[in-house]
């Protein structure tokens, strides 16, 4: 066998430094894509922001037209989604209020960063330092509160703390607990508690004397509370040889406490999200537009360009380079911009009786159908229905909220997921709190309804809403 050339044909995608970037851009959130935006114009000297006042570029006479072929390049590199639809200035109240919100927060007047939230934990230790012990308490204080979960409950043993304390400190059982007794009774009452029975006598030692129902509810939450929630008022109030008045005062105080007292504090700030389009209602139908300064505008500086006519030979190569690598990204900030809100114009056609209607009136939608509605590629609207969101009269949602699997019915259509679960969430809403409705009872109401379910299905999807079974909705 001798080696030989031989010419075949054949096809291959190339994806080229211009493509990457736009499949790149795409995929960020409007908060990375600012980021991004201004990683460029701080290392490319040929980006600007578009509506800067740009200094004069004095070329010499001779640059062979230097200066008007830089006004052209100018021109040519328009302002992202310059030639889009975008909200008009009489848009809505819930869409021009996240406007001025952002006009608020621009370069020329920072605001004020708003301080961060204490944790539990903080909360817990600022109050110990305030507390008048010595340096052996404080210390296993400080252990305690570090044990203790954004729930507010204790999430180890005291024989764990004290074997972790022991290489330092060689506390008993009892001092521990001493100590453990005064951080219960910081605020919020009730924490570093290990159980719900713990937690809610906590709270109830702490009431006066004369407040109605109190003895019973300290009797009921020291070893009945199983008891109350498995057999009700009636028969609990029967075993314990009480009247209904006594133990309805009791469990009223007792709904009073909190039984996480740890929720009180916040642990986290809030996260924002920046909507890149909003839908409003124009004349009777949908519309939707790109967010006001929401996708970045950029321009080629003309002073830059105008000195690559002189600049010498190795400077005009490297801003040659930057020319065009300013050019592909202006281009991709308008393909990203088109792109997306092209998806949230289909989005809006087919989910419109959404906006009209709510939840309950989501049609099924995948990918697939946006994709072919647009002729795009499936990955092309997973990468911009990701981190996109959409501001609406109902909310703010994220492009994939809006796409839901269907369930066939029985008048020849399909309903959506997210219908069904609303569906679901409206019935056990409605329900008698004392006599739940079972999975079963579910799936035959919505049967009823026109949509038929199985059970395991409304499980599944009561259990995706954080609705507990039926025998743990029983309310008394």
Known sequence: MKPSLTPQLGQQLTLTPALRQAIHLLSLSATELESEVNLALESNPLLERAGEEQPDARAPADAGGAPDRTAAADESAAAPGAGEETAPEWEPEFASEPSRHRGEFDDHEPAEAAAAPDSLQDHLLWQLHLTPLSARERTIGVALIEAVGEDGYLSESLESLRDGLRPEIDAGLEEIQTLLHRIQRFDPVGVACTSLSECLSVQLSMLAAATPGLPLARQIAAGHLEALARLGTAQLAHRLGVGHEPMREAVTLLRSLDPRPGGQVATAAPDYVQPDCVAYRQGGVWKVALMHGNTPALAISRQYAAMIATAARDDASYLRGRLQEARWLIRSLQTRADTVLRVAQAIVRQQAGFL??????????????????????????????????????????????????????????????????????????????????????????????????????VAKYREALRIAPSHERQRL
């Open 356 to 457: 009209d209607f709510g939840p309950e009136a989501m049609r099924p939608l995948t990918l697939r159908d946006i994709a072919q509605e647009l002729d795009l590629h499936e990955s092309t609207i997973s990468r911009t229905t990701t981190r996109k969101y959409l501001l609406t009269p109902r909310g703010t949602f994220e492009f994939k909220r809006f796409f839901a699997s269907g369930i066939a019915n029985e008048t020849g259509g399909a309903a959506s997921s997210t219908a069904i679960q609303a569906m679901i969430r409206k019935l056990v809403d409605a329900e008698d709190p004392r006599k739940p409705w079972s999975d079963a009872r579910l799936a035959d109401e919505l049967k009823a309804a026109g949509v038929p379910v199985a059970r395991r299905t």
